[in-house]
């Protein structure tokens, strides 16, 4: 229940915070960042029940267990590919088939095939896999808000860079775009309104839904259904690990 006691004081602060961290650009985006994140997960250590629907109406539900320090492990819990894991860790993503009993390295361009990417299974938080380059103001659907540019950590990651959009007022994100390398729009997203999410027995205020849009016209949605949390022991978020 502490983190929830936190996300609780963080909330009555947001809208000062806000202010105070962009008074000079540069200044504070790490902790202007973490605390955007409070409107999708919970920082720390957690598991996170989700499903993710897409435009044909198949729907796949997930497990992501998250150590808060950028490594997760995503595992199918419906019929189908039940027991598939999907591992995520600065170093690479690694994916684990029951029926193989193999673990496989997944290239960077091979995670983007599908209307599923990849990264939407293991890369839930921002903040893990991302840092503020810059920031700016902006005009989104006729309201003003704040753009700003997150570039990636490590390789690994899925995307090179994303535009954030959080409203200027209370840090609510509201709209992303998603970037290749390349510099290729990939997709979009729409977070959608503040919901209700069940964590540790209570429940916190937060972005469940998030749909995806691709350039194709695609769109996927992504829902959360309830956060727990945990401690994995040593060595959880290893591909040694993923055949135990």
């Not at 290749?180 to 919901?195: C, E, H, V």
């Amino acid at each position: 229940m502490a983190g929830h006691r936190r996300i609780q004081e963080i909330s009555k602060h947001r809208i000062c915070q806000f202010e105070r961290f962009f008074l000079s650009s540069g200044i504070g985006f790490a902790d202007t960042l973490e605390r955007i994140e409070t409107f999708r997960l919970p920082s720390g250590q957690v598991t996170v029940d989700f499903s993710i629907r897409t435009s044909n109406g198949e729907t796949t539900k997930f497990k992501s267990d998250q150590n808060g320090k950028g490594s997760s492990l995503a595992t199918i819990v419906s019929k189908g590919n039940r027991g598939e894991k999907y591992l995520y860790t600065p170093q690479g993503l690694w994916l684990f088939a029951p029926g193989s009993r193999r673990t496989i390295r997944i290239p960077k361009i091979q995670s983007l095939r599908g209307e599923t990417v990849v990264g939407d299974i293991t890369q839930l938080r921002f903040d893990d896999d991302y840092r503020i380059a810059n920031q700016s103001s902006a005009t989104l659907k006729g309201k003003n808000v704040t753009k700003l540019v997150l570039t990636a950590k490590s390789r690994a990651s899925t995307f090179r860079t994303i535009n954030l959009y959080v409203n200027s007022g209370n840090l609510v994100p509201v709209f992303a775009e998603y970037y290749l390398t390349s510099g290729k729009l990939f997709r979009t997203a729409d977070f959608g309104k503040i919901k209700s999410i069940a964590y540790d027995g209570a429940s916190i205020n937060g972005l469940a839904d998030i749909t995806f849009s691709s350039p194709r016209g695609e769109k996927t949605r992504l829902r959360i259904d309830k956060i727990v949390s945990r401690r994995f022991p040593n060595g959880y978020f290893s591909p040694n690990a993923l055949q135990k």
